[in-house]
């Protein structure tokens, strides 16, 4: 899986800006991509996957966005990649959710975004996020869910039971370290079957190299408080309270969000569509899946947002 592949146009250095804005107690970074012309531009909000950074992979995504006639922000959460905060590498369901509503507070303050024409655009563990914030925020134009996690039980069934025993003493350990001030610990994101890893699925070891090709600085690890807490997140929870029309791209081989439970959640949404791909969790991002998911998507955004 070349890094390159199905990359589509490239952009010019010019039109994209390297922004920050503030969430909570730090400084996320981002990129904000601007299309030719001038604006307001629609606009698409864009965040990753669990332990993710907008390097990886994101920018085939928004060249194929931009040439379309759409602003991106894509952005690093609090604790992660280049925006600020500590501890590093936590990742907190809430502050991540807070990093998501202060994106779309800066987007909307900006006088080349239109601010009536904003879409929500998450992979993975962000497909759940994107679910989350729109039930609470109906002046979103539209909501792109792309191999979306939407229950944490299920993705944790989805985990070995070998896998799963090794990583809840890290977690009871960091949540305790937590409570008394003390330093972290941590787990890996991603390892070998039955290793102690969040993510041990046959394809997500490969699947993430291919996402990080490039990226020295890239951090396999968390604070392993996640590896219990996450059990409490299901945004699938809250699809029906969606004004937003809804596109989930689900991966029907998906490894990490099971496609049944996807698929469950997205009968309940009010303006729900699903495009399922006959591909894993992790081949989306590359080769033909990638063509079909992007094309799906651009479909669905002229339809809903216009460019």
């Known amino acids: 899986m070349a890094g390159n592949e199905g990359a589509g146009p490239r952009v010019d250095a010019q039109s994209r800006l390297d922004v920050t804005f503030r969430s909570g107690d730090a400084d996320c970074a981002a990129w904000l991509y601007l299309p030719a012309g001038g604006g307001p531009h629609p606009t698409i909000v864009m965040g990753h996957g669990l332990g993710a950074t907008r390097e990886m992979r994101l920018a085939a995504y928004t060249e194929r966005f931009q040439a379309a006639g759409y602003a991106c922000l894509v952005f690093d959460?609090?604790?992660?990649?280049?925006?600020?905060?500590?501890?590093?590498?936590l990742l907190d369901v809430d502050s991540q959710l807070e990093d998501w509503r202060a994106a779309l507070a800066y987007v909307r303050g900006r006088d080349d975004v239109d601010r009536d024409r904003i879409a929500l655009w998450g992979t993975s563990f962000a497909g759940g996020h994107v679910l989350e914030i729109a039930?609470?925020?109906?002046?979103v134009a539209a909501?792109?869910?792309?191999?979306?996690?939407?229950?944490?039980?299920?993705?944790?069934?989805?985990?070995?039971?070998?896998?799963s025993i090794k990583v809840a003493p890290l977690a009871l350990r960091d949540i305790a370290a937590a409570r008394k001030g003390r330093d972290p610990v941590y787990v890996e994101v991603v390892g070998p079957p039955g290793s102690r890893a969040l993510m041990t699925a046959a394809d997500a070891l490969p699947g993430v190299e291919a996402l990080?090709?490039?990226?020295?600085?890239?951090?396999?690890?968390?604070?392993?408080?996640i590896g219990l807490r996450v059990l409490r997140y299901r945004p699938?929870?809250?699809?029906?309270?969606?004004?937003?029309?809804?596109?989930?791209?689900?991966?029907?081989?998906?490894?990490?969000?099971?496609?049944?439970?996807?698929r469950r959640y997205a009968r309940r949404a009010r303006r729900g569509e699903v495009r399922l791909y006959p591909v894993g969790h992790f081949d989306v991002y590359f080769g033909e899946a990638f063509e079909r998911a992007v094309a799906d998507q651009l479909e669905f955004l002229a339809r809903h947002v216009g460019g």
Not at 143 to 163: D, E, H, N
């Open 77 to 89: 959460y609090r604790y992660l990649g280049a925006s600020g905060g500590e501890p590093r590498q």
């Open 135 to 139: 039930a609470g925020d109906h002046r």
């Open 143 to 163: 909501v792109i869910s792309q191999c979306p996690f939407t229950s944490g039980i299920a993705s944790a069934l989805a985990i070995s039971a070998r896998s």
């Open 212 to 225: 990080v090709e490039g990226i020295p600085e890239y951090e396999n690890r968390l604070c392993a408080r």
């Open 236 to 262: 699938g929870r809250r699809v029906a309270r969606i004004a937003a029309p809804v596109l989930f791209c689900i991966c029907e081989k998906d490894s990490v969000a099971p496609a049944r439970a996807s």
